[in-house]
């Protein structure tokens, strides 16, 4: 280890473990005073990493918010009389890796809290638990299980099984985490502690060690696990198994608990209490059988698992939970028992301030870290065959590499030296095609590698002559203009370096390469990843600048797990870049939108003393359910009831008619809806112009039943069937009397621009692009998500109320720690928390591509409803789909 780096951790450990938060002098006379020591440290280094340790020790987390069904507390009456071995050394270990002391209050409360949701180990059987901690991706999950693991074990848990997700590499990767954590020592080859060198917690000593029967070479082995001879029951430290969520595997693990432990002590089950982690838990552990009287493998077999145990505990950490959630808390199976839904506790983690989540990378569209992938279709189509030949790459691509290079020059010049760096490339699910995009960009690397160990180092002017040279210069001032402004000479002396230590990896079933970046923990590690599946689930990269990711799934888990690039980037989220479509773009707005309104609907359920199974109840309303019972039931053949609950909700049509007569019936009912309102007095000529159309206030809920009567749903549009519609304002009839009605247009006119006369209103339309699956009969921004603007759910609104509104979410932001300051993208939704009047928008839509001249062109109707809250118990609507449904609408999607 260098003197400068050396310098950079003493410091961030003194200031770290304060006893008191340090103040930005009281950091600066610490590394002033330890500069003494380190004479090559420049007031420049000092100063650079005197910043980063301010934003450090001003990091926050909030306490975990729950739901829980009535149980007798036991941990506080026990917590006197616990040895805590286990716990101790892990926060010894985070301490030393700079967790601040508020940070680690907080894991240590919200441990505390999922453990105390558990039985007490010591407690005579039989028992079982059933929970589920949310976290959010790449959010620190897997810290805080580890967290319950050691806490679990001193407490008294015997048995721990980690069921560490569908891939090897995640489930080594989540081994070597836990060696590091609570086993103490390097599991390699093998099972036993003789001779194993101490990682992490072992460094502090090496009695008590638990006994691991997997490593991170190998999964469990009924094989390897004999070598040890001992049963369970014997055994006086923790046993620990790490295992793939893969049938085999579990199936093995439960012959050898019942040959080697039940079956020796003369019993059908094992009374070592036994806590069960399911990582990932929304993903293949769910039962998808449509039929009552089946239950899949895996779902049944983990069951079955838990069951070998006259004493368990399940804990599934999920950050797309709403598939856990639709489990029916009643089902049960004679021989696989009850299924995994939390019925005990549901847990919600929040993330610490320093968090980079969705709201960092999609909240603001004026933000530059989306980069939109638009040149891909010739080179790499979307929906592609195993056998497509990849000859070249989409020049976005090119620059999404350009921009990694310069990302890690940028950190070099700030003296980020020993730190990783990586780059993620998803842009097919096959192998082969993986393996040629892999080769590519090693091609490609290789020539910008020649082109500055050349050029880059000549005059300014010789070396832009090089055209890539000239390229990476051009990209700087793109991307990094801001945070790099007027250091090209400076970021120029650093492009070798940053270059020459790239290493392209494909990562995948077939692959040997992996990612163990502690085997660089020196130096760091840099490394472009080029995968697919093995890229989508759990798999951490370390030190995340760059994301290319060029894939279909419409499918809230799929797509949002995809998502690697959310994480911690502490001193470099500014220098980090995600390229997708603007198509995916819509859907990770949508789907973290979604995310959010159930961690505030559990919040609100958490004040009111709600139960899982209430909470449940709750998610089903929510009109995403249908689109996840409809993929999760696999029944072609079986219709499905689903009651969604529209109180509170944004609802549009997504999906458009756009044959002639149906077309033609869609603008009649909107002329028929204009002459109405006119012949009440209150048509759009007396309304009030606003920046996003013309709206009318106080319009009777007759006018709106009318047309919704009138108007022609699409069958691939759902939620806004019109009899569901119309039957749910009916059932609020007291509350939905009164409307305001929006009649969406644009301001901005061009000899391109589409108008249409209303009787009494010139409306210049709204331009949109239908999404895929769109045709000449049928217009679908089904894969979108999305007709109306952002913000338009303010309009209807006054200023005071807009104002008030804003004020309370940007204080419930300061308070969860996230930085929104001088935002001015708000969520549509904290709107609807004011709305007295429910908001109906009018949509004239010009179909077309951006520049194309729709002025000649028919406009499409389309329509959206903002819903205000209810007063009252609302009634849900039933609606009905099926897995034929869902095809229909997603006919390209496809689970790797």
Known sequence: MSNHEEFRKLSRFLVTSASSQLTPNEIRQKLESLRRSYRSVTDEDAEQLALELEETVGIRLRTARALSRPFEPWLDKRKIGIDWHYWNRYRILLEAKGFTRQVLASIDNDTDRVLGYLENPKKNGPWERRGMVMGHVQSGKTGNYIGVVTKAADAGYRVIIVIAGVQNRLRSQTQERLDEAFVGYESGIGIGVTGRRPVGVGKQ???????????????????????????????????????????????????????????????????????????????????????????????????????????????????????????????????????????????????????????????DRTARVVQEIDDHHDVLPMSHKIDHDVTNLPKSLLEAVRTFVLAKAIRLVRGQRSVHNSMLVNVSRFVSIQRQVRNEIHAFVDDMTASIRVNGSLPELEALEDPEIAALKHTLEKHYGDVAKGSWDEVRTKLLEAVSSIRVAEINSKSSNSLKYSEYRDYGRTVIAVGGLSLSRGLTLEGLSVSYVLRQSMMYDTLFQMGRWFGYRDHYSDLCRVWITDEARGWYEHIADSIEELRDDLVRMESAGATPQEFGLKVRGHPDWLMVTARNKMGAGVKHRVKIALANRFVETTVLHRNSSAHQTNIQAVKKLVEHLMSCGIGPATGKKVSEGCLVQNVPIETIDRFLMRFRNHPHSPLTQSDQVRMYIKGLKGELDEWDVLFAGVKLETPRTLIYQLPGLRVICQRRVPSRGSNATTVSFAQKRRVASRGVERVGLTKLQRKEVEKEWLEEEAIAGRNVEGTKNFPDRIYRRVRKRPLMIIHLLAIGQQNEDLSGATPVVAWSISFPPTRRNEKAVEYIVNQTWFQDIYPDETDD
Request: hydrophobic letters at 40%; zero cysteines; glycine letters at 4%.
């Open 205 to 363: 000593g090496m009695n008590q060690t638990p006994v691991t029967f997997t490593t991170t070479v190998n999964d469990f082995s009924k094989s390897a696990a004999n070598q040890i001879n001992i049963r369970l029951k014997d055994l006086l430290n923790p046993v620990l198994f790490v295992i793939k969520k893969e049938t085999n595997i579990l199936k093995n693990l439960i012959d050898w608990l019942i040959t080697h432990n039940a079956q020796q002590l003369g019993t059908n089950t094992i009374s070592e209490p036994m806590l069960l982690i399911d990582d990932e838990a929304d993903n293949a552990s769910i039962n998808i059988r449509y039929n009552a009287e089946e239950v899949s493998t895996i779902n049944r077999l983990i069951r079955s698992l838990l069951g070998l145990f006259e004493r368990s505990a399940y804990v599934g950490y999920t950050a797309t939970p709403f598939a856990n959630i639709l489990i029916d808390p009643k089902e049960y199976d004679q021989q696989a028992g009850s299924d995994l839904f939390p019925r005990n506790f549901i847990v919600s983690l929040n993330a610490p301030s320093n968090y980079f989540g969705a709201k960092e990378v999609f909240g």
